[in-house]
C-alpha cells in the first residue's frame, strides 16, 4: 500500500481533502524518500478508495476504519474518520476488499463493514455512507453471562434479539467459542429469533454436537447496500 | 388378446418425432391388484423403495412432453401402470403405461411441485399453487375441490380412513376427508413445502421452514417437534417399519429420530438438503445432498458417495430386487447406481431433473425434467409379456420398443438356457446377427455380426429351439 515512502500512519490512510493536498506536497516532505530506481522521482502513495461514516445522519468522527482482504478479513490498513466522518485509504489495488468500521457509541453496532471491488490498478472508489447507528437492534436472550442447558433437537435454544428499525435484508445468529472459533451459523433471514439445537455447522464443530462449557453469541444483519452490522456479543453457557 | 397399434405424440430429447406406433397389449395381464406407486415416494411411509425390478440398462423407453415445466412433481403409477403428473401448464396428465395420453385435466393452478395421489377407488388428489387440492376421477374429470390458505407445493399423501394430508404455503398442514371436508389443519411457523409421511401408528411427520420436524397425533394435535439449524423445505421425512423417521434440514445434517424422541444419529452431510430420504429394509438410507448422493449406514456413518455435477434434489428410487438406486440430478442426467456405490448407468436428460424417480410396469422407471418432458426407461408392457399366444395359435416373441432405432430388448417366457440362441434374419431371410443370453432377457444392439448397424427394415428374431418368432421395425 506504501511503496515507496516513510512508514508514517499519515501516509498509508487520509481523509479525502488530505488527498489533493498529499499528491502537491509529496516532493516537498522530507519524510519521502525519493524512488531512484525508476528517475521518476519520488513516489506518494495515491488515496484512491474514500468513504464517509454517519451515526443516524450525522457525520461520525473519530471512528476505527480498517481496510481488510475480503477473502480472510486480514487487516491491510487502518484510519480514523475526521471531523467530517470521512476516511481514505491509499494505493488499495486490484481485488474485493472491505471496510470495517467499529462502534464506539451505546446504541452502535459493534461494527459496520462494506465490500468493494477494485477492477483497476488506478481506480477510485467513494463508498457509499456507512451508518454505524444500530437503530435499536440489539440481542436479547439468552442473556448476557446466562447459563442454560446444552440444547438438543428436542430443547433447543432459542435466540432472540431486535431487529434495527431501518430495513434489513436478512438476520443470522452466530456462536463462537471462548477461542472465537466459529461453531454454528443460522441461515440468513429476517427473522428477530431463531432455534439451535446444538449441532455445529462450522470448522471442526460440523457434524458434532456443542460440548457444555463457555460460548460467544452475536447476530450479524444485512443490508441492502450490501453492508453487514454486527450486533454486540454475548456471553452464554451451556451446562 | 389382441395387439393394437396406437398412435402417440413422443418426444426424444430436444427434437419431436413424426409419430410413433408402439405396439400395445389390452388386456387383463396388464393390471395388478395394487397400485405401482400410489404416492409421492411410493407408500404412505415415504420409504422410496420398490420391489420391482429397475431398468436394467439406460435404453429409453419413451418420452412425452407432458406441458411446460415439472419441478418437484413426480409421478404416481397406477395398478396398470398409468402415469399421473403435473406441470406448469395447470395440467395433470395421465399416460398409459406405452407412454400415450389417456387424458388431461385441466384445474386453476399449476401442478409443477405436488404429485398426484392415488386414492383407495382411483380418485387421484393434487394440489394446486392457486391453493387448492384437486379431486379428479379416473376418467379424468373433476370429483371435488378443497381451498386451502395458501399455495399446495407438497404432495398429498393418504392415511387411514382416507384421510388426504397435505401442506401449504400459508404454514399450515391439512387433513381432508375424501368428501372434501376439513378434518383438522395444524398451524406451524414458516410455508410447509415438505410432503407429510405416515408412520406405521398413524402420526403424520412432515417439515416446515420454521426449522422443526413435526409429529402430529393423528387427530392433529402435536405429539412432539424437533428442531434443526435450517429449514426444512422440499425434502420429506420418511419412516422406516421400525418407528424411525429419517428428514434432511437445510442445516446440512441428515437426522435419524425415534418415534419416542431419540435421537439415533445426525449425520452431518456439508450441503443443503432438498432431496427425501430412500430406506431399506437393512436400515441404510440413500438421500441427495448438494452434488451428491448419498448412501448412510445404519449407525449414521456414511458409506459412500457419489458425484453429479448438479445438485441433488431429486429424491432416491431404491430397487430392492436389483440393489440399484436411481436418482435425478441438476446436471441433467439420470443416474442409476448400484447399492455398493458403483455406477450401473446413465443417461443424458440434457435438462435439470428435480423430480423423483417412480417405477412403472414391467421395470420401467418414469422421471420428469424441468422443461415438462416425462422420460422412461426400461421395458414396458409390450415386451413383458414375453412369448405369447398370437392369432392362429402360434407364440411370439415380443421386442421393445418397436420400433426401435437400434437396440432391441426381448424378454422372454422362460429362462433362456446357455445353449439356446435366437436369431435375427432381415426380410431377404439372411441371418444377421445370432443372439444368446442367460435368463429372460436378451438383447440386440441393433448390429449384425459384424459390429455394423444394420439397415432400416423389418427382422425376424426367431428362438430356434422353441420355434418361437417375432418381428422388430428398425428405423435409421
Redo the contacts between chains.
Sequence with gaps: MTAGCGSGSGWRAMTPRTITAVVLAAGLLGGCEADLHDDVGPRVPVPNVAGHVVRAGEAAEELKVELRRAADATVIDSTDTDDDGEFAFADVGPGLWEVKVSGDEEGDFEALTAEFTVAAPESLMALGALDVWAYGAMPIEPEDGARVARPTLFAPLLLQWRLPSRAADWARAQVYDVAGEAVWFSDKRVSTEVTWNGLGSEGTYAGQFVPAGDYTWRVKVGFADGSEARLDRRQVRFE | MLDIQLGCQCRVGRAWAATLFVLATAGSDMVSATDIWPVFRGDARHSGVTERDAPYDSMLAWSYATGDSVLYASPAVAADGTVYIGNLDKELVALAAVGMPRWVFVGEGNFRYSSPAIGQDGTIYVGGSDGVLYAVRPDGTRKWTFTAGGPIKTSPNIGPGEIIYFGADDGCLYAVRSDSTLAWSYTTGGIVRSSPAIGPDGTIFFGSAD??LYALWPNGTLR????????IKYCSPAVSSDNVVYFGS????L?A?TIN?Q?VY???T?HVIRSSPALTPDGRVFIGSGNWLLAVKADGTIDWEYGTEGEVTSSPLYSTDDEVVCVGAQDGVFYCVHDDGVLDWTYTVGEPLRSSPAPGYGNMVHVADVTGVLWSFGIGPSVDVGEREIAGGTRGLMAYPNPSTGRVALRLADDLRAEERIVVLDAAGRCVAVLSGRGRDVRWDGRDRGGVQVAAGSYLFQRVATGCSGRVLILR
Design positions: 426449522h422443526y412432539w417437534r424437533a428442531a434443526t439449524g435450517g429449514e437445510y442445516d446440512g445434517y437426522y429420530v424422541q435421537l445426525a449425520t452431518y456439508g
